[in-house]
């Protein structure tokens, strides 16, 4: 695809004046950026419709990703690579005086996800329209994304992320293809003509869903994937006899409570009315999604619908969509009238489940008391699949009444989502070889016991596009120099990059890129945090979502650690190093904003010290989002990747950080295993416990008597009482001192093992610092890193899903 320069530039002006009634020098930045965003949406809008088009004429079999979550990131820059007429986009602009980079900077986040789990569906996207594949995504147009971060007294504070204040640049509103969802309301039973029984749902409310689709280009193809996004409304809306009475907030409380459903990603769920608001998210996208699904299938195919699960794939993205299974039962049932055996076998073929998680209060359970009456006729059919299912049991397992009461899918009050997920789906994935193995072994271990056909692995990727091509322009030139551009399409070919690792210019390039790179970084936290930086100090970083499996505490303990020993030793040997956080916790979350709260409480101390701030810097970079990761992982020199061994499924960072050439320091855990199958020992820094080691000091540690015999530890731990930490009162961290010599909320002290690995991660420390002396050294493991990160492109997991899983081809136009 190009670019005619000449009509290009007319339209932009035309545009501009048509739009917003301006000339070019006096539109705003975020003008300019909404008339490129336009004019590149018109320049696939072609591909965009031919490409369902053409599938819908070949009758292609199409796989659905539906997700709670997609965190899609900036689009613009993103399309215009991928359609490959960014550089002259960028010459366009030029042209006009415009700044592309600016332009870039003016676009907001579509922050329609918390972390990984919304990043891979964003990745997956990229992959599938890149390749070629057949296949949509269902999510929600949340209309505040993940809240943004304000980093206020040390304190994260949540406001309003509103991505949407200067428009949806890319997205097409398509009200004319809305569907209707409906929420409470009682069940009744009548006979109809064929003298049998069917449900029909009575006294409902029902709620619109209005679609949003925003188109993502694959690279070099004429593909073009839909991201079909749903907005809540009101059918009544405003009410105006209310209004003309004075009854103003009666007057839009229907209108008000349906656009709830749509406004804010993971509203907190520490009451029942978050609790009954995020189930009320789950059932609108997963239903909206499942009428407009079968409303194409039978466009196409009728009403036969025995050709389901040879025409479509439904991927579940982790429990928050699983209510789609019972949801198929219910049109295939009591709307297309199927006999409920013959719709079962449909679903079971079609729904496949992804799970993205070890620890057991992540996997979903919802209580009958809040599920039940907002979704009666759904409540029906999980209770028919439970009893069904404890039959089938009681035939394979007659009398181990313990094992069916493990595995039924209601008990004790509340609907477990994920055993409905293995139940009615043909597929049970993990995403990393360990997460899976572990999967088998405990968390799902009866359910691998009774399906074992079901149960494989799919390890994560990311799309090397948006994480290497776009994110690090300048290592990408380099390595295209060198080995071609044949790895931005398929990742393996990267590996043709090793045989530079020892090539002294190649070492010298790279590490001027990453001096650049380093120097563009600390030129933005200059501005943003102003902290000035050294860039020749190693940029150790960990940027994930806040969570205490993760263990950022353990890094904060560390700089603790290396703070005591500087102030009691200003000779002390280091290696000038800069600790760089970003991370959001959840809204609910009190003890990982705390941790937040403690990692600035550090970076206030550290940073302001004559005697170590010139040695160790702290910062914690706020509103942590896919923009800002843009700029992190080209400049990192060290991946921390520290979760508790056998917490993290896969993990997806890490992945990143390998690609640009930064150098894991990380446990044995998620997808860190398989980069230390491919790098080897010598190429990573791997410390501490393992899962199997972990899960065997579970009921024997003491961290108690660790610290009895660790006088340097005790004294790191301590610190969290130093007023010269804990500056508004000596007992501000408590809450963190009682979880790991203690244990809060039932949990055992130290739960996550962040004072057992100390030492460990303070050996591999030492040993990151020595190796970073040696330039040389250092180069040839960040370049036999990247060469060896083409098993973590999400093109190759996709191609897994499709060939294994979904059983879909490529079908390109011609």
């Keep these: 695809m190009t670019i005619n320069e000449e009509e290009w530039l007319r339209d932009i ?42 599938w819908n004429k070949q009758k292609a079999k199409m796989a659905y990703y539906f997700s709670a979550e997609f965190l899609m990131g900036r689009w613009l820059s993103n399309a215009l690579i991928n359609m490959g007429v960014y550089e002259e986009a960028g010459e366009a602009a030029q042209k006009l005086g415009i700044n592309m980079n600016a332009l870039e900077e003016a676009e907001a986040d579509a922050g329609l996800g918390n972390g990984g789990l919304g990043r891979l569906a964003a990745c997956f996207l990229d992959s599938l329209a890149t390749g070629d594949y057949p296949s949509m995504g269902y999510g929600i147009r949340y209309r505040y994304g993940m809240f943004e971060q304000k980093i206020v007294n040390g304190y994260q504070v949540e406001k309003p992320d509103n991505w949407l204040e200067h428009g949806d640049v890319a997205s097409i509103h398509r009200p004319d293809e809305a569907v209707e969802v409906k929420f409470w309301g009682r069940v009744a039973i009548e006979k109809g003509k064929d003298n049998h029984n069917y449900f029909h749902l009575y006294d409902y409310e029902s709620v619109i869903a209005v679609p949003y689709d925003l188109p993502v280009p694959g690279y070099n193809t004429k593909t073009v994937v839909t991201l079909r996004l749903w907005e809540a409304v009101s059918p009544d809306g405003f009410d105006l006899d209310l209004f003309q009475a004075g009854e103003y907030s009666r007057a839009v409380a229907k209108e008000i409570q349906a656009e709830n459903i749509s406004r804010v990603l993971y509203p907190n769920d520490n009451t029942v009315g978050g609790k009954q608001l995020r189930l009320r998210q789950q059932y609108f996208f997963v239903s909206a999604g499942m009428t407009d699904l079968i409303r194409r299938f039978k466009k ?27 949801e198929l039962m219910r049109i295939l049932v009591d709307e297309e009238h199927l006999n409920w055996d013959s719709a079962w076998q449909i679903c079971i073929r079609t729904f496949a489940y992804t799970n993205h998680t070890l620890l057991a209060e992540a996997l979903e359970k919802w209580p009958i008391n809040i599920f039940a009456p907002l979704l009666p006729r759904i409540y029906q059919i999980i209770e028919e699949i439970n009893r069904r299912f404890l039959h089938y049991l009681h035939q394979i397992f007659p009398g181990d009444w313990q094992r069916h009461k493990e595995m039924e899918i209601i008990s004790d009050g509340v609907i477990k989502m994920a055993w409905l997920a293995i139940v009615g789906s043909h597929s049970i994935n993990g995403v990393a070889e360990l997460h899976t193995n572990l999967l088998k072994t405990q968390e799902l271990r009866l359910w691998y016991e009774l399906f074992p056909d079901k149960f494989n692995n799919k390890t994560n990727g990311v799309t090397q596009r948006r994480w290497l091509l776009k994110a690090n322009p300048a290592l990408s030139e ?75 505490l353990l890094n904060a303990l560390h700089i603790i650690y290396l703070y005591q020993r500087l102030k009691a030793d200003p000779n002390y040997s280091i290696v000038p190093r800069t600790f760089i956080f970003g991370a959001k916790a959840a ?140 500056t508004e009162n000596i007992h501000m961290f408590e809450p963190i001192y009682q979880s790991l010599l203690f244990g809060v909320d039932g949990n055992p002290p130290d739960k996550y093992m962040v004072l057992k690995d100390f030492r460990p991660y303070l050996s591999a420390n030492k040993k990151l610092e020595q190796a970073y002396l040696d330039e040389k050294k250092w180069a040839k493991m960040a370049l036999i890193n990247i060469a060896r990160s083409g098993k973590f492109s999400s093109d190759r997991t996709i191609k897994q899903y499709a060939d294994e899983i979904w059983h879909i081809k490529p079908n390109p136009q011609k």
Excluded: C
């Design 478 to 552: 380099f390595i295209t120099k060198r080995i071609g551009d044949a790895w931005i399409k398929d990742l393996n070919e990267i590996s043709k990059l090793e045989a530079y690792a020892e090539d002294p210019t190649a070492q010298r390039e790279f590490l001027a890129i990453k001096a650049k790179d380093k120097q563009i970084l600390a030129e933005y936290i200059a501005r943003h945090n102003n902290i000035k930086i050294n860039t020749s100090s190693i940029f150790d970083v960990q940027i994930k979502r806040l969570h205490e499996y993760k263990r950022q």
């Design 300 to 326: 196409q195919w009728g009403k036969d619908f025995s050709k389901l699960p040879d025409a479509v794939a439904i991927q579940l993205n982790d429990t928050h969509p699983v209510v789609a299974i019972p």
């Design 587 to 726: 809204s609910g979350y009190h003890q990982a904003k705390l941790i937040i709260r403690l990692i600035n409480a550090i970076a206030d101390v550290v940073n302001n010290d004559p005697v170590v701030s010139n040695k160790i810097k702290v910062v914690f970079m706020e509103n942590y989002r896919v923009s800002l990761a843009e700029k992190i992982f080209p400049a990192a020199d060290v991946s921390e990747q520290i979760s508790t061994a056998g917490y993290e499924a896969s993990g997806t960072g890490n992945m990143k950080f390998m690609m640009n050439g930064a150098i894991t320091l990380g446990t044995l855990d998620g997808a860190n295993v398989e980069i230390l199958e491919l790098v080897g020992h010598e190429n990573a820094f791997i410390f501490g416990l393992t899962a199997e080691e972990v899960n065997q000091h579970k009921m024997s540690y003491n961290p108690q008597q660790l610290l009895a015999h660790d006088a340097e530890l005790s004294a790191v731990v301590e610190a969290l009482h130093d007023p010269i930490f804990a």
């Design 13 to 54: 002006e035309k545009r501009v004046s048509v739009d917003f009634f301006k000339t070019l020098s006096e539109a705003s930045l975020e003008e300019l950026h909404y008339v490129f965003s336009r004019e590149a949406l018109g320049l696939l809008k072609n591909n965009w419709t031919n490409t369902m088009h053409h």
